[in-house]
């Protein structure tokens, strides 16, 4: 059974940074690409960044890049997103997803696993 846990979501103040950590198990996770989603209230689930399986190969969403990095440790099978200068407009339910192919897609119907999701509230 595969499992995706993420966890690190908490409050925090606009230009505060959090890192987050999705836990993988049930699944051969050096195989796997891993993403980052995240939804707002109201709104759709969105794309925020992902990195290919081995090579580190790393992807943004424009609000992202420049402020967000994605990597992983394939040896603790986990993915982190580590998030900078934090904004209010960054408050969100934050997702990570699992797609088995070596090289990270953007649209969310093509993953095959997702985590439960964790709370991200930036206050102004």
């Known amino acids: 059974q595969v499992q995706l846990v993420e966890s690190g979501g908490r409050l925090v103040q606009a230009g505060g940074s959090l890192r987050l950590s999705c836990a993988a198990s049930?699944?051969?996770?050096?195989?796997?690409?891993m993403a980052w989603f995240r939804q707002a209230p109201g709104k759709e689930r969105t794309f925020v960044a992902a990195?290919?399986?081995?090579?580190?190969?790393?992807w943004y969403s424009y609000s992202a890049k420049g402020r967000f990095a994605i990597s992983r440790d394939n040896a603790k099978n986990t993915v982190y997103l580590q998030m900078n200068n934090l904004k209010p407009e960054d408050t969100a339910v934050y997702f990570c997803?699992?797609?088995?192919?070596?090289?990270?897609?953007?649209?969310?119907?093509?993953?095959?696993?997702w985590g439960q999701g964790t709370q991200v509230t930036v206050s102004s």
């Open positions: 997803a699992a797609v088995a192919r070596s090289v990270p897609v953007e649209f969310e119907y093509q993953y095959d696993y």
């Open positions: 990195i290919s399986a081995r090579t580190s190969f790393t």
């Open positions: 049930g699944l051969t996770f050096s195989t796997y690409s």
